[in-house]
């Protein structure tokens, strides 16, 4: 049963990355296995089913290239870059799963993995646990994205039409006037893509010092409270430390 469900999702997987994901339907897919469509639904389930079941075959394998990450020697810094590069390289791999990452949320085996992987990586790098579900959303959706926006052509060189009338747009435009030298000539999207982790490592670095800054004063606050400043002395201090008559009487 399960050698066959594995036979189903690697046909699917092939489907997909032959023809895009438009083309796997089961009749598409019982074609491809020899079966009738029937016989894949106790194998597979439903279509919605099967999509999530082929994303997180695909992202189990970016948790089983990260072998390396477990190295307690490996840094969080050093760590977080492979799973961004990880991630791209994912989207490089089977463009169709940013279709499904970003079209519905998933909760299989593979996919809960990669995530926790995000999870420990930037926990190491002392990011408070409230703010580290926000930051996994955050730099997986830049590397998915970003092997995305490659694959799919928002990336790609643009052709002598295109060029011609952005020129013409942005003429007038004084953010295009103000970096139009930067625009010239093809861009290195592997050097753009590691100076944009740069970036986001120093991001992460940041919520850790604001963070670590703001606990720092948060406890100095309660030791200045408790340590019997003026005001909060013993007998009942009101404002400016005068202390209250006992008796309801006028000092």
Same mark, same amino acid.
């Given at each position: 049963?399960?050698?066959?469900?594995?036979?189903i $999702?690697?046909?699917? !997987?092939?489907?997909?990355?032959?023809?895009? $994901?438009?083309? %796997?339907?089961? +009749?598409?897919?019982?074609?491809?296995?020899?079966? *009738?469509?029937? @016989?894949?639904?106790p194998?597979?389930?439903?279509?919605?089913?099967?999509?999530?079941?082929?994303f997180?075959?695909?992202?189990?394998?970016?948790?089983a290239?990260a072998? &390396?990450?477990?190295?307690?020697? !490996?840094?969080?810094?050093e760590?977080?870059?492979?799973l961004?590069?990880?991630?791209?390289? $994912?989207?490089? +791999?089977?463009?169709?799963?940013?279709?499904?990452?970003?079209? +519905? &949320?998933?909760?299989?085996a593979g996919?809960?993995?990669? %995530?926790?992987?995000?999870y420990? *990586?930037?926990?190491?790098a002392?990011?408070?646990?409230?703010?580290?579900?926000?930051?996994?959303?955050?730099v997986? *959706? #830049?590397?998915?994205?970003?092997?995305a926006? /490659?694959?799919?052509g +928002?990336?790609g060189?643009?052709?002598?039409?295109?060029?011609?009338?952005?020129?013409? !747009?942005? *003429?007038?435009?004084?953010?295009?006037?103000a970096?139009?030298?930067?625009?010239?000539?093809?861009?290195?999207?592997?050097a753009? #893509?590691e @100076?944009?982790?740069?970036?986001?490592?120093?991001? %992460?670095?940041?919520?850790?010092?604001?963070?670590?800054?703001?606990?720092?004063?948060?406890? @100095?606050?309660?030791?200045?409270?408790?340590?019997? /400043?003026?005001?909060h002395?013993?007998?009942g201090?009101g404002p400016?430390?005068?202390?209250?008559?006992r008796d309801?009487?006028?000092?």
């Amino acid at each position: 049963m399960a050698d066959r469900r594995q036979e189903i $999702l690697d046909a699917a !997987l092939e489907l997909a990355d032959d023809k895009g $994901l438009d083309a %796997v339907s089961m +009749r598409a897919l019982a074609e491809r296995t020899g079966v *009738t469509p029937m @016989a894949l639904y106790p194998h597979v389930g439903s279509k919605g089913a099967l999509l999530d079941a082929m994303f997180g075959q695909a992202i189990r394998q970016l948790a089983a290239d990260a072998g &390396p990450l477990l190295d307690p020697d !490996l840094g969080w810094r050093e760590r977080l870059r492979m799973l961004l590069r990880g991630a791209r390289e $994912l989207a490089h +791999r089977h463009p169709w799963a940013t279709a499904i990452a970003f079209s +519905r &949320p998933s909760a299989t085996a593979g996919s809960v993995s990669a %995530v926790d992987l995000f999870y420990t *990586t930037l926990l190491d790098a002392g990011v408070p646990p409230a703010e580290v579900p926000r930051l996994e959303r955050l730099v997986s *959706t #830049f590397a998915f994205g970003y092997g995305a926006s /490659e694959m799919g052509g +928002r990336f790609g060189p643009a052709d002598s039409d295109v060029r011609a009338r952005r020129r013409q !747009l942005s *003429t007038q435009l004084p953010g295009h006037i103000a970096v139009a030298r930067s625009l010239e000539g093809p861009s290195d999207w592997d050097a753009e #893509f590691e @100076a944009d982790i740069d970036d986001l490592l120093r991001l %992460v670095e940041a919520v850790v010092a604001v963070r670590s800054a703001h606990g720092e004063q948060e406890r @100095a606050d309660d030791d200045h409270r408790g340590s019997g /400043e003026p005001g909060h002395a013993a007998g009942g201090g009101g404002p400016g430390g005068q202390d209250l008559p006992r008796d309801g009487s006028e000092a």
